[in-house]
């Protein structure tokens, strides 16, 4: 067994209560930057009405991220938040799901919507839209235009009554639906999950 000579033992140094507010106060502030900066990264938003059902439902609330667009365009089939033209500064903003991009053509025919001619597969509608709301026509989107439509084709106020968006008026991607708890899930998965 070994021992420790006296002259060679230094006692472990207790915390001072100086230290531990030290701690305690970087630990305040640790929280407070995370914070601040999750709240200057996304926003929380309310699903009001039922335009975009069956993916969410009234009452569900979304987490949306302000900094995905730096990095990248909006893509086809992602869900965003935006405010509409002709909206008033104090107006909230909406959501909905992006069919058509900048240069596109889009043909709006019995209630499904074409791309360039081409038949836009959409499994996350639950019902076709009926000729009363869908009715045929043809939108050519522009260099900074995008086309969003609801979910919920029959019952949503969208780019068929408010025209193209364009791209500054974007708030952000819908990434997280994190209420109600027991529908939590990534939106990304939602778009290719039947619910």
């Not at 009234?58 to 909006?74: A, C, I, M």
């Not at 019952?155 to 025209?163: E, I, K, L, M, Q």
Request: glycine content about 8%; hydrophobic content about 40%.
């Amino acid at each position: 067994m070994t021992t420790i000579a006296a002259d060679n033992y230094k006692p472990r140094p207790r915390l001072s209560q100086r230290s531990a507010w030290i701690d305690l106060i970087e630990t305040v502030v640790l929280i407070v930057v995370v914070y601040a900066l999750v709240n200057l990264a996304t926003i929380r938003f309310f699903i009001d009405g039922p335009s975009m059902q069956p993916t969410f439902e009234p009452g569900q609330f979304v987490l949306v991220s302000r900094v995905h667009y730096l990095f990248g365009e909006p893509q086809r089939g992602e869900i965003v938040v935006f405010n509409a033209p002709g909206s008033r500064p104090n107006d909230p903003p909406l959501i909905k799901r992006l069919v058509g991009l900048p240069g596109e053509t889009l043909a709006l025919r019995g209630g499904q919507v074409y791309i360039d001619g081409v038949l836009l597969e959409e499994p996350y509608l639950r019902e076709a839209c009926t000729p009363a709301r869908c009715s045929d026509r043809i939108v050519e989107l522009g260099e900074d235009e995008y086309f969003l439509m609801g979910d919920n084709r029959n019952n949503s106020r969208d780019s068929r009554a408010f025209g193209a968006v364009t791209r500054d008026r974007i708030v952000g991607e819908a990434i997280l639906r994190y209420l109600p708890l027991d529908r939590l899930g990534l939106v990304k998965a939602l778009n290719s999950a039947a619910e």
